[in-house]
Every structure is written in structure tokens, then in C-alpha cells.
């Protein structure tokens, strides 16, 4: 009898262990959204977003309310501070071997629209390009931190465009006008957190043609060396933003235009192009 009870405590204890280890990998959607004319943080259950106090990242927590999705416009689910970019970093996307260290440069926060915003076209661009990539979303101040000890300061990860004006691109001594003018680096639809970064799927598309695809496994620099390596020069704040770098090769975009950029397990980001004056 003892022996039996003994196996059925230990078995239920089983069945709690791994009820508590599949949610703990279970992934949760935060989405920043406005509602009139007041911006809030949340979590989606269903069709449902449940407002928290402030950003996950800076430990905000369930106020009580809620609100339907549909209500709502949703923002980019980031706010940070800093916006590192990788640059050059698929196979896929350079001629030649890669560099011995990661290509780094920065863009303004202004730069940032969410998944229902415009990709605004200045009026004097000439050739406007789409650049599939993820985001990461750092969860910790960091600095100095080593390779085995980074991936604990990645808090999440969302889709994004890295939009490219390539002519002021080749021409401007720094990237900043044609990589971080107003607009030009669209987020979202979801800050996602508990998903494997190292290995998802990321797809382009273009009026619903794949244009991009490839996985984060294919990164020269991988996710955790990016973090190892920024916080060795530059201190990471909760928020701050690190981009993987596109893949393949990427083509202009028109006003009318189309792009959607999907993360596996984040969801679709798709923003139009629209004409600027």
C-alpha cells in the first residue's frame, strides 16, 4: 500500500514538473497599442489584450483591464532607446567572405513605425528597399557581458523592415539618412518572448511574393555574439534594440507596395509604401 501511494505522489509530482516546464517554454505576445490618444502595454490571450503598467522588460505588471484587439491601434511593440544594426550579415546577402568582426551602426528612434503605420517614401528618394530581418529586445542594462552569459539579457524578439534608401545609402559618408529617416524601420505586430531566437524562420514578401527567406541559424554573427559584442563597447539598456541583418537580395519598393516581413511564432509585419511630400 505504502509502495503505491509512495508511486502515485511521485507520479503527480511528474505531471506537475512538466505541466510547469511546458509553460514556462510556452511564448507570450506584448503589444503596445493606443486607445484614445492614451498608449499602453499589454498581453494578447485570444482576441483579448490585457493592459499591464508599463513595458514587460521594465517588469510591467496586469492592471485589471482589457480590451478588445480590434479597438485598438497597435504601435510597435518596442521603445528603446538605442538601435544597433547589424550590417552584412548573411552568406546570402554579400559577395566575397565575411568580415572578421560584425558590422555595427546605429539609427535614431525616431525612426521606428508599428505594424498599422506607413513606410513614408521622401520625395527625393530614388531607390527605396525592403530588408527582412528580427528584432531582439534587450531585457537587462549590459555591459561587458560574455559570450555564454548573453542570451540572458535577450527579453524578446519581434519582426522587422529595415528600410533602405540605397542611393544615399552609396552616397552619404554614414548610413544614417538611408537607413534611419522617419519611418524607415517598422516593428512588430508583437514583442514575443520564450521563443528559440537562435533557430526561426524569416520570410519577406512583396505584394504576397516571397522575396526573402532564410533562418537566424544562417547568421554570420549570431544573436548572442551581437549582445557579447555591442556591450563591449556601448552599455545595452532594458529596451534597446538589436537587428540580425537581411538575407538574400532585396529590390525597390513603389508607392502601393506591400511588404511583409513574418517571424516564425511572432506573426506577420506588413506596412505599405506610401508616397511622401
Known sequence: ??????????????????????????????V?????????WGFLDGETILQISDAPYLGGSPTGQSVNRSSVKLLAPVDPTQIFMTALNFRSHISGEPAE??????????SIVGPEDPIVRPPDSQNLHYEAEMVIVIGREATN????????????VAA????????????????ARAKGSRTFNAVGPALVTGLEYQNLDIEGRLNGE????????????GIDHMVH???????????????????GSTRAMEPGDVYEVEVEGVGVLSN???QGH
Open 1 to 30: 500500500m505504502r509502495g503505491s501511494i509512495r508511486a502515485a505522489l511521485l507520479g503527480a509530482l511528474a505531471v506537475s514538473a512538466l505541466a510547469v516546464a511546458a509553460e514556462a517554454q510556452q511564448s507570450t505576445q506584448y
Open 32 to 40: 503596445r497599442y493606443e486607445q484614445a490618444g492614451q498608449v499602453s
Open 101 to 110: 568582426y560584425p558590422g555595427l551602426f546605429l539609427v535614431p528612434p525616431s
Open 145 to 156: 557581458v560574455s559570450l555564454e552569459d548573453a542570451h540572458n539579457y535577450v527579453f524578446g
Open 160 to 175: 522587422g523592415n529595415d528600410v533602405s534608401e540605397r542611393a544615399w545609402q552609396g552616397a552619404d559618408i554614414q548610413w
Open 210 to 221: 516571397v522575396r526573402q527567406s532564410e533562418n537566424t541559424s544562417d547568421m554570420i554573427f
Open 229 to 247: 559584442y555591442i556591450s563591449r563597447y556601448f552599455t545595452l539598456f532594458p529596451g534597446d534594440l538589436i537587428w540580425t541583418g537581411t538575407m
Open 272 to 274: 505599405e509604401v506610401v
